[in-house]
């Protein structure tokens, strides 16, 4: 192989770091048929936990779905997993895919930061960006679903584990595989700091990490909603994908149908947007805790009016079930101690309860300037934050996703569409992807981010292995090459993945600790490659056994694999 555009993408492939997806694409959407084609997810069918599922209806399958993921994986944002490369390194292997500036500005590990939102919150701290000073950035990488399952054998975790694209990518494949959710009707969506999926089922479902988010859930004020709409309120959506392709807010040509697209857009602004009813108000102020001091409640102690600040009102309801909802209102008030309440009006304070009959007797809009208008005009005088405390109202009904301009790209489709339906079994799915490579990148670049050597060049995956490993690395430094192979002979001879072609990268090899005689010779080779950069090492496969021959040393490993590649030379960094 030649073309080092096509080397950089299909090693991108194998390694799924968040870098790499935000250059190519399309890899997100083949993170999501591997996990297709993978066995797992099949397996996951015959978990006595779906029972009955063919009997239930899409909704009931997800929300089911949704438990099992919560009860077998959990959220890691552990971002010393994969190791670590600098910001030079990274500029210099995409210089020729995307300008630097761009970079910056729309990837969280080159300094994006977000709008004010972000740096209010210090969100490289959140995400523990933070610890990396200067020019070191961490390898965010996004892992298949065997590696998702690997975790288990990682001190501390006693299931799987995955962060947020991960996460998605899984619950678009367990979506389609279990939940027979059609193609059609996942999309993903990409920002800088996260991932999550859209299900254009019923009034549209969000995938958030692990859980699952309704609309009435999106405008509930809840802090599982908040965390979700943290992304869609704040950041811009830089890549969506579905099974027609994708569009990128940078790259001028989208792959992803126009129809397809626009129906998106429709949902999804439908989905984050909604009339301002009584609930709504509650949900609100609950939600926006920098206006809660702009309202007080009108509450009635032995016939006579008092008053008490929402956020007063709001604390009290941490440690009760009742809420400040008017079905609930009346209970929430009686756990309250009466020195709470004022005989008279707080002064610059709305009182609540005239906006929630304002709102009850008057159906308004909050993307209607008029309706808006209204509530400025009744309340404006009463606070002196009423205008702001509206707009963020506004913004509380109305979210608008700020998603990639279709009027400026070019619309460029796959030659041939993926034509992967739910009524396909696995092996059916994986014949039709291999038969359109030629024409569709997606399920070309779907095999590389399965593994299977045996479908795809080897040079890619070894170029990955050699290249984006430095945990191997790092973790071996202190040991001798005598140390090294003997411990890498007691691990367990046992592959994470369970394909005879299918393989690991060094560095899950060495994290999850166990490995097949291949994968143990490419770890091998990963580190003595750094140290000896200029020594000639070349693997041979065959005859049960890996050997990893460096000079005139020879190091054999068993092997289970059957490779239709058997010699690999080990390029030069």
């Known amino acids: 192989m030649t073309d080092a555009r096509d080397l950089e993408r299909k090693s991108s492939a194998v390694t799924l770091s968040d870098m790499e997806i935000f250059i190519f694409p399309e890899l997100l959407y083949s993170l999501v048929l591997a996990n297709i084609m993978s066995p797992r997810i099949w397996q996951w069918a015959l978990d006595p936990w779906f029972d009955g599922f063919d009997r239930m209806k899409p909704y009931r399958r ?20 994969w190791g670590l490369t600098t910001k030079e390194r990274e500029i210099a292997r995409f210089k020729d895919f995307i300008e630097p500036e761009t970079l910056k500005q729309s990837n969280a590990l080159f300094g994006y930061e977000g709008d004010k939102y972000y740096f209010d919150m210090d969100i490289r701290t959140h995400f523990g960006l933070n610890k990396y000073a ?30 947020c694209v991960s996460l998605a990518a899984l619950y678009a494949a367990a979506l389609f595989v279990v939940a027979k959710v059609p193609l059609r009707d996942i999309y993903l969506m990409a920002t800088p700091l996260h991932s999550q999926n859209f299900i254009d089922i019923d009034d549209g479902i969000l995938t958030n990490n692990r859980r699952l988010v309704t609309k009435n859930m999106w405008f509930n004020g809840t802090e599982l909603s908040a965390q979700a709409r943290r992304a869609l309120e704040n950041e811009q959506v830089t890549v969506l994908t579905h099974e027609t392709g994708y569009i990128h807010v940078v790259y001028d040509d989208a792959t992803i149908d126009r129809n397809a697209y626009s129906h998106f857009a429709e949902r999804l602004a439908a989905y984050l947007k909604t009339e301002i009813e009584e609930e709504t108000l509650g949900n609100f102020v609950r939600h926006t805790r920098s206006i809660q001091k702009c309202f007080q409640i ?33 209970k ?31 159906k308004l809009c909050m993307s ?15 606070c002196v934050n009423a205008r702001m405390a509206i707009e963020h109202l506004r913004k509380f009904c109305c979210t608008r996703a700020r998603l990639p301009d279709a009027t400026s790209k070019r619309f460029l489709p796959a030659r041939e ?30 095999f590389h981010s399965y ?17 984006r490993n430095p945990v191997s690395i790092e973790g071996a430094k202190k040991m001798d090459v005598a140390a090294i192979v003997k411990s890498l002979g007691d ?76 010699v690999w030379q080990i390029p030069r960094i």
Not at 62 to 81: G, P, S, V
Not at 315 to 327: D, L, Q, R, V
Not at 368 to 382: G, H, K, S, T, W
């Open 417 to 446: 569409p993926l034509g992967v339906d739910v009524r396909m079994t696995r092996e059916q799915i994986i014949t039709r992807l291999g038969s359109i490579r030629s024409a569709n990148s997606m399920a070309d670049m779907a």
């Open 134 to 163: 200067g020019n070191v950035i961490p390898y965010w990488k996004t892992e298949t679903v065997e590696a998702m399952d690997a975790f288990r054998y990682k001190p501390n975790y006693a299931g799987g584990a995955g962060e």
């Open 298 to 330: 009108r509450w009635s102690l032995h016939g006579v009016d008092h008053y008490i600040g929402m956020d007063r009102a709001l604390a009290y309801e941490e440690s009760t079930s009742y809420t400040i909802s008017a079905n609930t209102r009346d």
């Open 491 to 566: 691990l367990p001879n046992d592959s994470i993945y369970d394909d005879s072609g299918r393989l690991a990268q060094p560095d899950e090899v060495w994290n999850y600790g166990r490995g097949d005689g291949v994968e143990k010779a490419l770890l091998l080779a990963n580190i003595l490659r750094n140290r000896m950069p200029e020594e000639q090492i070349i693997i041979e496969i065959g005859m049960g056994k890996a050997t990893c021959k460096v000079g005139i040393k020879d190091y054999s490993f068993a092997s289970g694999k059957q490779l239709k590649s058997n």
């Open 62 to 81: 997800i929300i089911r779905l949704k438990q099992y993921i919560m009860d077998h994986y959990a959220f890691n944002l552990d971002l010393d997993t």
């Open 332 to 362: 929430l008030m009686a756990e309250i101690d009466n020195e709470e309440f004022q005989p008279t009006p707080f002064s610059g304070r709305i009182i609540f309860n005239d906006m929630e009959a304002l709102v009850k007797n008057r």
């Open 451 to 467: 593994r299977d050597l045996n479908c795809i060049e080897a040079e890619p995956f070894i170029h990955a292995a050699i290249q």
């Open 368 to 382: 209607a300037e008029a309706d808006v208008n209204i509530l400025m005009d009744q309340f404006a005088c009463e």
